[in-house]
């Protein structure tokens, strides 16, 4: 059985990005994650210590790395690296071992 694989990137906002104007630009993202084959979920939150945190379930580990690939090819993507802080940004891929039901 293939295992689920969750893509986790974290990082901090460039300085001048809003959070709500950070929001509205991942939310531009969402057609083209939505649309790729083997996408399960993803959530974006944010810590009190101003990192935030991208997380997106995959099918499997292919899908992940192929579509983190693609993310970098797509019109949005220069505006969304521009709203990260340089040097900031860290993104694993890990195989989920279990998950809850909702």
Do not use: C, N
């Not at 993202?29 to 990192?51: C, I, K, P, W």
């Not at 992940?64 to 969304?80: G, I, L, R, T, Y």
């Amino acid at each position: 059985m293939t295992k689920h694989v969750a893509e986790i990137v974290t990082f901090k906002l460039a300085d001048g990005i809003s959070t709500a104007d950070f929001t509205a630009l991942m939310q531009r993202t969402e057609g083209f994650v939505r649309a790729q084959a083997g996408f399960v979920t993803r959530q974006l939150s944010q810590g009190a210590d101003g990192r935030w945190t991208d997380y997106v379930v995959w099918k499997d580990m292919a899908t992940a790395q192929k579509v983190a690939q693609d993310f970098m090819q797509q019109d949005f993507s220069p505006e969304v690296m521009a709203a990260i802080a340089p040097g900031s940004a860290q993104m694993r891929h890990e195989e989920v071992q279990w998950q809850m039901a909702p």
